[in-house]
């Protein structure tokens, strides 16, 4: 249980860590050399490497939520 409750934590960190990122970008557009949009305000500002550690802690912890919750003890 206690990594099921560790795996959520994971996974909720973060869901809210891109939902964040989205969020700026849409309310601070930004251009990188041509580039518009999502992929834009991530090489503008720098924030790609956040991006990417966010996705895979939400990708890792949906992984240890699933496999604690159908795990056979």
Request: aromatic share 20%; charged share 10%; glycine share 14%.
């Given at each position: ?5 560790a ?17 700026l ?21 720098g ?26 003890s």
């Amino acid at each position: 249980m206690k990594r099921m409750f560790a795996g959520g934590l994971l996974f909720i960190s973060g869901f809210i860590g891109v939902f964040a990122l989205v969020i700026l970008s849409v309310f601070k557009p930004w251009n990188y050399n041509g580039i518009d949009g999502f992929s834009g305000f991530l090489l503008g500002t720098g924030t790609s490497w956040f991006f990417t550690l966010f996705c895979l802690m939400a990708v890792l912890g949906l992984v240890i939520c699933l496999i604690e919750a159908y795990r056979k003890s």
